[in-house]
């Protein structure tokens, strides 16, 4: 069964300082991945996707993530992070359900916290 | 309104109580479904509506009850709820055209739900 597993439940980072939060994935075929953050009180918003070809994706805000597959991994990376960037942030991957339809199966998410 | 609005946004009910859970997209999408977030749990997949039609069920406990009168609309009914059936209800939609995969969701800010 797919699965997506976030190792850091939580990661305390400085302004300004480079960002990575691992994701590591579980699925038999080419995986559809993404990446959404999640502010305290509202709802998740979509940073990024990969579904095939450049294995470097941008998002927005500023974000990019890498998928390989010989490890299975999409990380999420900033090279400078804001105070703003403080939020939950979850990894998903696409499945294929017992209907022919597709939804999401998410990670248990990573807290990031922003020093000043 | 734009994107995906829930009604209301913090609910708190009796365990005897009937309410409803409100949620409406604004992009056109045919696909809709219901999350719940509880504390320290990744997001989990109740029901999701493509066409109108329920194409999932979680084997989500019958006092949570769907419905999904237009592809704009789509409903939670809740009765008899437990304490820990307290939780963040997320909404979200997406368009599902068979064979293109895409499963890139939009989600609500989410209905806060307390269950005394």
């Known amino acids: 069964a797919q699965s997506v597993t976030q190792p850091d439940i939580h990661i305390t980072v400085s302004e300004g300082a480079s960002l990575e939060l691992r994701c590591n994935y579980s699925?038999?075929?080419?995986?559809?991945l993404f990446w959404y953050v999640q502010s305290p009180g509202q709802g998740l918003q979509l940073l990024l996707k990969y579904f095939s070809g450049d294995t470097l994706v941008q998002g927005i805000k500023g974000f990019e993530a890498e998928f390989k597959r010989s490890q299975s991994s999409f990380n999420l990376r900033k090279p400078s992070v804001h105070w703003s960037d403080a939020a939950e942030y979850f990894c998903?991957?696409?499945?294929?359900?017992?209907?022919?339809?597709?939804?999401?199966?998410f990670g248990s998410g990573t807290r990031l916290q922003v020093q000043p | 309104e734009t994107g995906v609005t829930q009604t209301p946004r913090h609910l708190v009910m009796g365990m005897t109580n009937k309410k409803s859970l409100k949620c409406e997209q604004h992009?056109?999408?045919?696909?809709m479904y219901w999350y719940k977030q509880s504390a320290k749990k990744p997001l989990e997949l109740m029901f999701v509506?493509?066409?109108?039609?329920?194409?999932e069920n979680n084997s989500v406990p019958s006092r949570f009850s769907p419905e999904c009168p237009n592809s704009s609309h789509l409903f939670l009914h809740l009765h008899t709820l437990q304490p820990e059936d307290s939780a963040l209800y997320l909404c979200a939609s997406s368009q599902d055209n068979e064979g293109f995969i895409d499963n890139e969701q939009f989600f609500g800010p989410g209905t806060r739900l307390t269950v005394l």
């Open positions: 992009l056109g999408h045919n696909a």
């Open positions: 699925y038999g075929a080419t995986p559809y």
């Open positions: 998903a991957v696409d499945r294929l359900l017992d209907t022919g339809r597709r939804a999401l199966t």
């Open positions: 509506y493509s066409l109108e039609e329920r194409v």
